[in-house]
């Protein structure tokens, strides 16, 4: 059979959500806020919040970056990322920051429970995840950084911590 490549009229949607979702705080770059919708659009992500200083749609280069997905993807803002954490927390979701800390654990060996909800959070793109945001986390996961630079880019490191948590939902 030859190995041709697919267009985008091929592709068929599956509209699969996982119990998923990010809180993106103080992110000022609006192509990784539309990364974020992008990947969230792409690997089933239920929802993102956006806090602090992070952009919002509509905006010119969220929607080039996300080609669109914006549209698809729910999302919300709320100031203060603590009242996210708060009404998820009261929700069963289990609060995770993304960030390489004293105390942080290999995405590797990072274990779901059957159906688990989970917040991913993720910080500025600067600063990474603030102190009081690793306070109120149940834990801090990183991504195992083999070269010279300790840190990715936030939208690069969300695509690969995304991956590795749907991944353990479809086991």
């Known amino acids: 059979m030859k190995n041709i490549q697919l267009d985008h009229t091929a592709h068929k949607g599956a509209s699969i959500k996982y119990p998923l979702c990010y809180l993106a705080h103080d992110i000022d770059v609006p192509m990784n806020i539309g990364s974020f919708f992008r990947i969230a659009d792409a690997l089933g992500v239920e929802k993102i919040f956006l806090s602090g200083r992070s952009i919002v749609p509509p ?3 969220i929607r080039k970056t996300s ?4 549209k698809y993807v729910e999302y919300e803002y709320q100031e203060s990322p603590m009242h996210v954490i708060h009404h998820l ?3 069963g979701y289990r609060i995770v920051s993304l960030e390489i800390t004293s105390a ?8 779901l429970g059957d159906n688990e909800k989970i917040c991913l959070i993720l910080g500025s793109e600067s600063t990474g995840v603030s102190q009081e945001l690793l306070d109120a986390s149940d834990l801090a996961i990183h991504i195992p950084m083999l070269g010279m630079n300790s840190s990715m880019n936030v939208a690069n490191a969300c695509s690969i911590a995304t991956y590795e948590i749907i991944r353990r939902y479809q086991k």
Do not use: G, L
């Open 104 to 111: 942080s654990m290999d995405i590797k060996d990072f274990q």
């Open 89 to 91: 927390r009261n929700s």
């Open 59 to 61: 905006n010119s280069k």
């Open 67 to 70: 080609r669109a997905t914006e």
